[in-house]
């Protein structure tokens, strides 16, 4: 089956089904973070690769990202999904609530984030301005709609470069800057994904309010085992929002 549609796991997410065909991939890249395994959902193929590895041992900084994405496109799909985990920056945002977001804020650093090292045959010079794409938006919140999650529709995901947490600081700068969700993988991805002529989306699940909330002493700052926890969780409800969205992604 050649998979239509590719999705990436993040932390937590290290599997998509259990009777999914293995398909080792070789890329221009290296290797790509783990095996991509290769499922049939509701008659569409698909194909997973968690991000981080197997047993999550990639760093966010370390994750092979072109592989990764250069993986997905040689196999044929046409789509490409990267759920995440993500911190909210705003009180409405809570934890466990997902937001399909619109726009990202690139602060990482000393990442691999294009394929085009060189221009041989040329400038290339892709355009950023809109990095998710609608139809696969569109997709992702009518499935969480009818699923009944809460679904926040747009948002700005700053990309940090981990594996660190933020400064109260920098978490304030985030907040006055207007920005919703921190992460630490949307970017290369979302860039790379439009180098490859990929429709990408995005979809964050909410897993803590990173270092507090203003006027809230009783919230703490974010723990890894908060993080890891609060996904452990709310896994069967991210794969039962993807499982929905197939069949509305598989048409371009």
């Known amino acids: 089956m050649t ?13 998509l089904l259990a009777d999914a065909e293995t398909v080792d991939v070789e890329t221009d890249w290296g290797a790509p973070s783990a095996p991509v395994t290769v499922a049939d959902v509701d008659g569409v193929g698909v194909a997973f690769l968690p991000r981080h590895g197997q047993h999550h041992e990639l760093p966010p900084s370390r994750v092979n990202y072109r592989a990764n994405v250069d993986a997905m496109r040689r196999l044929g799909v046409h789509t490409l999904v990267a759920p995440f985990a993500a911190g ?11 937001v399909v977001v619109d726009q990202l804020v690139d602060r990482t650093w000393g990442r691999a984030d294009t394929f085009y090292d060189r221009f041989d045959d040329g400038p290339r010079h892709v355009s ?23 679904m926040h529709d ?9 594996p660190r947490f933020s400064t109260r600081a920098e978490s304030a700068w985030h907040r006055q800057a207007g920005w919703h969700v921190v992460n630490m993988t949307q970017y290369p991805e979302a860039a790379l994904a439009r180098e490859a002529g990929l429709d990408f989306g995005g979809i964050a699940l909410v897993t803590d309010y990173d270092t507090g909330l203003d006027g809230e002493p009783d919230v703490p700052p974010v723990s890894q085992d908060e993080v890891f926890e609060v996904f452990r969780t709310n896994i069967d409800r991210v794969r039962t929002l993807l499982f929905a969205a197939v069949a509305g992604l598989a048409t371009r």
Not at 131 to 145: E, F, I, K, M, N
């Open 3 to 15: 998979p239509e549609i590719g999705i990436f796991g993040g932390s937590g997410f290290y599997s």
């Open 88 to 98: 909210s920056l705003r009180p409405e945002i809570r934890p466990g609530d997902f």
């Open 128 to 150: 950023l301005a809109d990095p998710y794409t609608l139809r696969v938006r569109r997709a992702l919140l009518d499935a969480g709609r009818t699923a009944g999650a809460t």
């Open 154 to 162: 747009g948002g700005t995901v700053v990309v940090i470069n981990g």
